[in-house]
């Protein structure tokens, strides 16, 4: 199993323009969810999806959008980027949420996204 | 309001020094605490989950116990290949619990020294 992977690795966007973090997972797992990681300030939480069909927001979703129209995949949409928005993005998957089995977050590699 | 606060920020040792990291937490309810490990450049890593009070997780030199307000990551005898951030998490009940969703601190960059 390839596990979490995401695309692409590095991303320098100028202010204003929009793009979208591929993030794909071959566990089969339900859950799903987009963090961003700034320096010395740990991971926030974006969205997250519970299943296909189902997305929330999580603590910091201004600025981003996301889909889930598939169990595998979890798109991360940024419109209009901002400099705010440079950081370190990061996707996780877990087989389930709220039981002591299978809760555990498996996390991708990360992109690196500068916004200038 | 759910949060978590790690220390120390960073903590650098010599090859064999034990020592451990804190990770103190207020939930309105836990439902688990998580450890991670994330090495430079790279996505978290799962270490533990741990469930309630009293309980200890060990794997090689890295051991996980759990009190009603904190948790320690206990390294003994540690070695270079040791060296990363690791991140705490915490799960609360509620409206986040079966959602998955995790509050993390802001971790601790351990460097070990040969």
């Known amino acids: 199993n390839a596990g979490v992977t995401q695309t692409p690795k590095f991303r320098i966007l100028k202010i204003g323009q929009s793009m979208t973090l591929q993030c794909t997972q071959d566990?089969?797992?339900?859950?799903m969810y987009w963090y961003r990681q700034d320096p010395g300030m740990g991971l926030k939480l974006i969205y997250y999806?519970?299943?296909?069909?189902?997305?929330d927001k999580g603590e910091v979703p201004n600025g981003y959008n996301v889909s889930r129209s598939t169990t595998e995949d979890f798109p991360l949409r940024l419109e209009l980027a901002a400099p705010s928005q440079t950081s370190v993005y990061f996707c996780?998957?877990?087989?389930?949420?709220?039981?002591?089995?299978?809760?555990?977050?498996?996390f991708g590699p990360g992109t690196r996204l500068t916004v200038l | 309001e759910d949060q978590v606060t790690q220390s120390p920020e960073a903590l650098r040792l010599q090859e064999g020094e034990s020592s451990s990291l804190n990770c103190s937490y207020t939930?309105?309810?836990?439902?688990?605490l998580f450890w991670y490990r994330q090495d430079p450049g790279k996505g978290p890593e799962f270490l533990f989950t741990?469930?309630?009070a009293g309980e200890e997780k060990e794997k090689e030199r890295l051991k996980a116990t759990l009190t009603k307000k904190e948790s320690f990551l206990h390294i003994t005898a540690p070695k270079p290949e040791d060296s990363a951030t690791y991140l705490c998490?915490?799960?609360?009940?509620?409206?986040?619990?079966?959602?998955?969703?995790?509050?993390f601190g802001q971790g601790t960059t351990l460097q070990v020294k040969p």
């Open positions: 996780a998957s877990s087989y389930s949420a709220g039981v002591r089995v299978g809760n555990e977050q498996f």
């Open positions: 566990m089969n797992h339900n859950y």
């Open positions: 999806s519970v299943g296909a069909g189902i997305t």
């Open positions: 939930v309105s309810g836990l439902r688990g």
């Open positions: 741990l469930y309630s």
């Open positions: 998490a915490v799960q609360a009940r509620g409206g986040s619990g079966n959602t998955g969703k995790l509050i």
